[in-house]
């Protein structure tokens, strides 16, 4: 049975980058028609999606959120990993990775999440 | 940039039906799936690509999508079911999640 786990600092102090990592077990990253996600949510708020990659590179970011985003994938260790560069307070909240399933249809490729690690509190202040 | 707009919240006895709503421009014209989220608790997919069931989750959830609005029923809804439920599609190289709906069962 495919497991996500996230792993990092639960402390960022503003203005430093925010790494987490997402260790991959009981299936290969780079297999199958999938996407490796992060998703984050704010104390107290609903989902924000923040990116995705597959194991090639090709990537989807959200574009709206306010600090630069670099999501990475490194197949020998089978995880994958985020960076957000400058992170406020703002950027508190607890992040999610998860397997993005990719769907091809006739109006072009959908995306889902449908396995989730279970989260990890990241907290921004000095 | 595209909006799932969901009821903040809702009840629903326990036994009866629950029907949450998903708005947007033209969804009926995109994939819709849902996830529960329980306190404490990672979201859960409890339907994909507008009405199917993921293995393990009861006959009891259905989703439906048409027009300017996606559905999720709980039929027969448990004290189990009470969640926060989130409704998603995929716009323009982007996930896009409803603001979330809080499924009280009383």
């Known amino acids: 049975q495919l497991q996500l786990q996230e792993s990092g600092p639960g402390l960022v102090k503003p203005s430093e980058t925010l790494s987490l990592t997402c260790t991959v077990s009981g299936g290969s990253i780079s297999s199958g028609t999938f996407y490796w996600g992060w998703i984050r949510q704010p104390p107290g708020k609903g989902l924000q999606w923040i990116g995705g990659m597959y194991y090639t590179g090709s990537a989807y970011y959200n574009p709206s959120l306010w600090s630069p985003v670099t999501i990475s994938v490194d197949t020998s260790k089978n995880q994958f990993s985020l960076n957000l560069s400058s992170v406020t307070a703002a950027d508190t909240a607890i992040y999610y990775c998860?397997?993005?399933?990719?769907?091809?249809?006739?109006?072009?490729?959908?995306?889902?999440?449908?396995?989730w690690g279970k989260g990890t509190t990241v907290t921004v202040s000095s | 940039s595209y909006e799932l707009t969901q009821p903040p919240s809702m009840s629903v006895s326990p036994g009866q039906a629950a029907s949450i709503t998903c708005s947007g421009d033209k969804l009926g014209d995109k994939y819709v799936c849902w996830y529960q989220q329980k306190p404490g608790q990672s979201p859960v997919l409890v339907i994909y690509q507008d009405s199917k069931r993921p293995s393990g989750i009861p006959e009891r959830f259905s989703g439906s999508n048409s027009g300017n609005t996606a559905t999720l029923t709980i039929s027969g809804t448990q004290a189990m079911d009470e969640a926060d439920y989130y409704c998603q599609a995929w716009d323009s190289s982007i996930v896009v999640f409803g603001g979330g709906t809080k499924v009280t069962v009383l």
């Open positions: 998860a397997r993005q399933r990719e769907v091809a249809t006739q109006f072009g490729n959908y995306y889902y999440m449908d396995v």
